[in-house]
């Protein structure tokens, strides 16, 4: 019998990491191929590990919990077969993407295999001295709040063999905020200055009072990352927020006039959110500034459009997908991408990469029946458009004979952004701009 390792797989270039979740085999059980090992998650979704050889699995190498980084072997299975044959066949199937190996027409170039030697030492060397490893994960939020290397190194990690984990590093980035409030408060009364207005961030919770009567509710795995991703937001981006009322009335009548027809041909149902992905797109491109993320103090400005869309699940939560390169859809491919992204959301079918890149998010909180809202910016983008209910209210319309009052269909929009980066001149501008493409609605547009 030959062993063959089951690794973690490549889930995309911004994911390097995933939390076991729950072990739907366990050792003895018989797989089959494409049989559910185990479930993990990501920082963003749930996924599914399958096991692509037949066997039994012997060895689990992870447990609840715990932080498994792409490429470690997450189990291992007893298969069928001549034990260095059988083996090295099977793990070619799950070999993953990091492990590539480097094509033999790269050593015939001269000098190409000490370039490659070298990027391959950059790419694996610890971030510590002492040979300690470092998600980029953990890399980066360490970069970007000025830990240096030593500091990391002195952080107790609660992760496999130690290592340091986001939580641990979100953790010490608390306690020391805190110590330096609390030493900054000492030195202000010592010499008699007022104290300065402390940061959101360390404000204590207020202590909340539970009686017997009262249930409580433990918050899963993705309402704690949820709630930790919008608190960091605020921290992170001083929120403005404009709003502009549309009327949308042609729209409405265009999409009623077209949808079962629309329907009957492409197999898609026509909702509003792709129009109104569609109009974000193009006011995109006539404001590129508000397509934009920022780095200390430099601002990323992206070449892709990649819209988020605020997707509510049947447990309560939120998930955003992605429409990856939106720019170069039509208003049919818009739709498709919605379709689906939405139906594999709600039945936990989305792959990590699928809630990566995005650029720009709309949230369609019309759809639950408000008004208008006041979003949170979904970092690191510097904007989010809420597209409020539509509604039939009386308007004053402009004709040539004067102004009448007629029953129209009317929206908010709601633009929360950055104004780290984005001032109020253009972030008014932008969402004045997207309610223009849709008010401006052609009734005679064919899809």
């Excluded at 959110?273 to 193009?282: G, H, Q, R």
Aim: proline share 5%; with cysteine; aromatic share 4%.
């Amino acid at each position: 019998m030959a062993r063959y390792n089951l690794l973690l797989p490549a889930m995309g270039e911004s994911v390097s990491e995933a939390t076991i979740i729950n072990w739907v085999k366990q050792p003895g059980d018989i797989v089959n191929v494409d049989d559910i090992i185990v479930e993990i998650a990501t920082d963003k979704v749930d996924s599914e590990v399958p096991s692509p050889v037949a066997g039994k699995l012997i060895e689990q190498r992870f447990q609840h919990d715990e932080v498994v980084q792409v490429g470690d072997v997450l189990a291992v299975l007893e298969i069928e077969g001549d034990d260095e044959e059988s083996a090295m066949s099977a793990a070619t199937l799950n070999e993953p993407l990091i492990e590539e190996k480097i094509p033999s027409i790269s050593t015939e170039i001269p000098g190409m295999q000490q370039l490659v030697t070298d990027d391959r030492v950059k790419e694996e060397e610890p971030v510590g001295d002492v040979g300690r490893f470092y998600s980029p994960l953990v890399r980066n939020i360490a970069q970007e709040e000025g830990i240096s290397t030593d500091e990391l190194e002195r952080i107790q990690g609660t992760g496999l063999d130690g290592r340091v984990t986001k939580q641990d590093l979100l953790d010490y980035l608390a306690k020391r905020a805190s110590q330096t409030d609390q030493e900054g408060q000492v030195s202000d009364e010592g010499v008699g200055s007022p104290n300065p207005p402390e940061p959101v961030k360390n404000i204590e919770p207020a202590a909340v009072s539970v009686s017997g009567k009262d249930e409580i509710i433990e918050m899963d795995r993705m309402r704690r990352l949820i709630a930790e991703h919008m608190v960091h937001s605020v921290q992170t981006a001083p929120h403005v927020c404009s709003f502009v009322e549309a009327d949308v009335t042609n729209l409405v009548n265009w999409r009623n006039k077209i949808k079962d027809s629309f329907q009957q041909r492409e197999n898609e149902k026509l909702t509003f959110t792709p129009i109104f992905i569609e109009a974000v797109v193009k006011a995109i491109k006539d404001f590129p500034m508000i397509n934009i993320s920022v780095k200390g103090t430099q601002i990323i400005k992206k070449h892709d459009i990649n819209i988020g869309m605020a997707t509510a699940l049947p447990n309560g939560n939120l998930i955003v997908p992605v429409i990856k390169n939106a720019k170069d859809l039509s208003l049919v491919g818009i739709t498709k991408s919605v379709n689906d992204l939405a139906f594999r959301a709600r039945n936990n079918k989305l792959k990590p990469d699928e809630t990566q890149g995005g650029t720009f998010t709309l949230t369609n909180i019309g759809s639950f029946g408000n008004v208008m809202g006041t979003p949170i910016i979904n970092q690191p983008q510097v904007a989010i458009l809420a597209v409020g209910t539509i509604t039939k209210k009386p308007a004053v319309i402009e004709t040539e004979f004067g102004d009448v009052i007629g029953i129209r269909h009317m929206m908010f929009l709601s633009l929360s952004y950055d104004h780290r980066v984005v001032d109020g001149a253009l972030g008014g501008m932008f969402v004045r701009r997207v309610a223009d493409y849709l008010e401006k609605w052609d009734m005679s547009r064919t899809v």
